[in-house]
């Protein structure tokens, strides 16, 4: 029978292997696991309540010979502790059952502890995968989004009224909150709106990895936000910009965008832009046109799978050939 653990440092020999087979271009993936994942395991088994777990959590599946098939990660959305994601997945050939147990198993335990809602984000063209997560664990479909690649800079506006633009402040949380469920489709509400805790600012932010910066656009008169914009990067080459647009005020986004870009460029010159489009907000078909009008390049488009708590799907377990491995971005 399978055995499911908790990541520790004698698993790293073993995924370090099962990685290079099944991607070699990730070999190297599973270290930032370990950092992550390994030390505050132990931090985590002094408590058990769902709130204090900020951090990812990794679980490792092992065969009867003692082979490692797969390890999956798993992490709480920030701010909203009753919500989370599955990050990555990697699976061996011939593993589905073993994909399918690593699922199940995050789902029970921290079902269990009073998280309601789980999601995953995988690549449309992972067939076999997104069949494991809906034939094999009772995820649906829920909506997608996909992530551009800015190649020209030629749709800057050069006349840019800052005055309307701020920086993001903590009070600016519940209004971005409203801002955000007010332009989701109606009926992906109830499995994609965001709790104002998902927009606060991380403690300890400059001992993070990543650089995350977030500006408002709002009305003076009326005191209203009008747009969300928040900047990240990782290495001060790449930068990823993510806005909330409401469609009654799409013709700002060249200019939102356009002072995003400034900002970028203030810090480097020399970048790289990338850009995502939620489909699942009442501004995406829009964000989408102006993307494919300034050529802008589609990199990748990812379906968002959902599986609320209570809900159970069971159907025939289909045949499961291939090696899988996905890392997804959050939602």
């Known amino acids: ?26 070999v190297m993936s599973y270290r930032r696991l370990f950092f992550l994942s390994v030390p505050i395991t132990y931090l985590q088994n002094l408590f058990y309540s769902v709130h204090l777990r900020k951090f ?66 995988v690549d449309d063209n992972q067939n076999e995968l997104i069949d494991l997560f809906i034939k094999g664990c009772g995820f649906r479909f829920c909506s997608t989004e996909a992530l551009w690649s800015v190649s020209n800079l030629n749709f800057l506006s050069s006349e840019i ?24 489709i109606t009926h992906y509400k109830y499995s994609l709106s965001k709790e104002k805790g998902e927009f606060s600012d991380r403690l300890l932010q400059g001992f993070c990895f990543d650089s995350d910066f977030k500006y408002v656009y709002t009305d003076e008169k009326s005191k209203t936000v009008k747009a969300f914009i928040e900047i990240k990067t990782t290495d001060n080459t790449n930068y990823f910009v993510d806005t909330i647009v409401p469609p ?27 850009i995502k489009n939620r ?32 809900k159970s799907v069971k159907e025939e377990t289909p045949n499961f050939n291939s090696a899988v491995v996905f890392s997804g971005f959050e939602v």
């Open 56 to 121: 990812p959590e990794t679980f490792v599946i092992y065969d009867n010979n003692n082979s490692l098939n797969g390890l999956i990660t798993v992490k709480a959305q920030s701010g909203n502790p009753y919500k989370w994601q599955i990050k990555s997945l990697f699976l061996n050939k011939n593993s589905y059952d073993e994909g399918k147990q690593l699922v199940e198993y995050v789902i029970a335990k921290f079902g269990a502890r009073g998280v309601d809602t789980f999601y995953v984000s």
């Open 161 to 184: 009224d800052e005055t309307y633009f701020r920086p993001f402040k903590s009070s600016d949380e519940e209004l971005v909150a409203d801002l955000f469920n007010d332009n989701l």
């Open 279 to 310: 489909k699942y907000l009442q501004s995406g078909d829009i964000l989408e046109n102006f993307f494919k009008e300034n050529r802008f390049e589609l990199l990748q488009n990812n379906v968002i799978l959902v599986k609320d708590f209570f």
């Open 1 to 26: 029978m399978a055995k499911i653990k908790k990541i520790s440092y004698r698993d790293v020999l073993h995924i370090k292997k099962l990685i290079s087979v099944i991607c070699s271009d990730n």
């Open 248 to 274: 009654q005020y799409a013709e700002l986004y060249p200019m939102v965008l356009s002072f995003a870009v400034k900002k970028i460029i203030k810090r480097n010159k020399k970048f790289k832009l990338y």
